[in-house]
């Protein structure tokens, strides 16, 4: 079984969009874990609306999506697992392409395949993102580097026993810091197939670079505590590519005092 997780907060826009391309796809042994986050429009009475078996719909307060993430977490019961925003899509092929390859090399436990960045509508493709790595995805991870990451897009394979969870302290990064978490455990490869729609107009990182900023310090500190960190260079080159980022970002904004001090700060070291 392949469990979806997908938090959802105020999303009656798209959310039948989403649920239905989950309920339309190839491989039909899946569950979805929908989390409402306390929504105060019509997204519960949406969700309801479906009758799938498949479909499990359990409640938080409004807690932020990483503890959303982690109540999913926590119940799902799938072999492998993956996740989806409540105002994206799956293409049909997505669990098939990517669960096949799983499939076929038990020593894989990550799989990826290419993203397609879309308009609001979903009718106008903006920009595609295609995988280009294979291997062990640790290192490219902790070197930000696009050719194994744009977000939550892997399929995972499951470790029982493993306590698979996102660190709460985190609004921005808290993807990138949750695949790190794992990422030193198996090996990471892709399919061609075209496995999510990612619908422009998310209340991205991005758009919040102070919030992104301080996401990028909070995957250093966390990094930093893990019972096995990476080595001093490793961390101080993560840091100088995250000032570097920051840099650009700030000045791309017309803000050169912030790019200014996003190039000379210090790495945030463990307390």
């Not at 925003?85 to 096949?100: E, G, I, Q």
């Not at 390859?101 to 290419?114: E, I, M, S």
């Not at 509508?121 to 696009?146: A, C, E, I, N, Q």
């Not at 970002?249 to 000379?264: E, N, T």
Request: net charge positive.
């Amino acid at each position: 079984m392949i469990s979806v997780i997908m938090p959802a907060y105020n999303a009656e826009r798209h959310i039948v969009e989403a649920i239905t391309s989950v309920l339309a796809q190839e491989h039909h042994d899946l569950e979805l874990i929908v989390v409402d986050n306390n929504s105060r429009d019509g997204t519960v009475q949406l969700i309801e609306g479906f009758t799938d078996p498949r479909i499990q719909l359990m409640h938080q307060p409004v807690q932020g999506v990483s503890a959303a993430r982690n109540m999913a977490l926590a119940r799902m019961r799938g072999d492998f697992f993956c996740f989806l925003d409540a105002d994206d899509v799956l293409p049909p092929k997505s669990l098939s392409a990517r669960h096949a390859l799983l499939l076929a090399d038990p020593q894989l436990h990550f799989a990826d395949g290419t993203v397609e960045l879309t308009d609001v509508s979903m009718k106008h493709v903006l920009r595609t993102w295609k995988p280009t790595f294979t291997g062990v995805p640790y290192r490219p991870l902790l070197d930000l580097s696009p050719a194994c990451f744009v977000g939550l897009t892997w399929m995972i394979r499951r470790m029982h026993g493993h306590a698979y969870a996102f660190d709460t302290r985190l609004t921005h990064a808290e993807d990138l810091c949750f695949l790190l978490s794992m990422a030193r455990n198996g090996r990471y490869a892709y399919t061609t197939e075209v496995v999510l729609r990612y619908r422009r107009g998310h209340d991205s990182a991005m758009q919040n670079l102070d919030g992104l900023h301080d996401g990028y310090r909070g995957v250093l500190r966390a990094l930093q505590e893990a019972p096995d960190p990476p080595d001093e260079g490793a961390l101080a080159a993560m840091w100088n590519k995250v000032r570097n980022i920051m840099m650009r970002s700030y000045l791309k904004r017309g803000q050169p005092l912030r790019a200014l001090k996003a190039m000379l700060e210090r790495r945030p070291r463990k307390p």
